[in-house]
T-cell receptor, first 116, second 115 residues
């Protein structure tokens, strides 16, 4: 069974500082994908970044980077130069093939608040 | 502009009523999904569909039903058999290529409240 663990229910970060949101996962699959989504108060889930299990380099998308440590089964999200608009819930997710479809397992999320 | 639309944004249901949540996408995605989100929790899969006229139960399908008559549309009906339907419902879609690489894109969600 797949499991995603986000141990930080809430985080504070000063504007313009960097912040790391933790995510660990558990799976016996060899091929899987790791995702981060942002959910502002409006509710929509916004895709941020993806990392494949076979990718050797850490994924980056603008101010977002994914610190992938396969041996530790961790996929932490790093947000550089935080902005007030980054205040939101952040969800880590993992996908793999299960019974012929893409099963995605979500963590419980981390609420990030950016302080001016 | 390609994307996923969900309607209504807010929905109120009386006890014993069935209600239908709409989900439409113009991304030309083959796969569509319905998730439920409760406060303080992650998303849980209700139903998914990879092709027209075919759909499968997810982890919490009891009390829900779906149809997939068109590629673009995947409506969810919350039946009176669903004992605790108050939640936030999210629809998503993705291409179907390599299973673990397919990114799911989400609609804005529908918040359902039982009166």
């Amino acid at each position: 069974a797949q499991k995603i663990t986000q141990t930080q229910p809430g985080m504070f970060v000063q504007e313009k500082e960097a912040v790391t949101l933790d995510c660990t996962y558990d799976t016996s699959d060899q091929s899987y994908g790791l995702f981060w989504y942002k959910q502002p108060s409006s509710g929509e889930m916004i895709f941020l970044i993806y990392q494949g299990s076979y990718d050797e380099q850490n994924a980056t998308e603008g101010r977002y980077s994914l610190n992938f440590q396969k041996a530790r089964k961790s996929a932490n999200l790093v947000i550089s130069a935080s902005q007030l608009g980054d205040s939101a819930m952040y969800f880590c997710a993992m996908s793999s093939e299960s019974g012929g479809y893409q099963k995605v397992t979500f963590g419980t999320g981390t609420k990030l608040q950016v302080i001016p | 502009d390609g994307g996923i639309t969900q309607s209504p944004k807010y929905l109120f249901r009386k006890e014993g009523q069935n209600v239908t949540l709409s989900c439409e996408q113009n991304l030309n995605h083959d796969a569509m999904y319905w998730y439920r989100q409760d406060p303080g929790q992650g998303l849980r899969l209700i139903y998914y569909s990879q092709i027209v006229n075919d759909f499968q139960k997810g982890d919490i399908a009891e009390g829900y039903s779906v149809s997939r008559e068109k590629k673009e549309s995947f409506p969810l009906t919350v039946t009176s058999a669903q004992k605790n339907p108050t939640a936030f419902y999210l629809c998503a879609s993705s291409i179907v290529s390599g299973w673990s690489t397919d990114t799911q894109y989400f609609g804005p969600g529908t918040r359902l409240t039982v009166l």
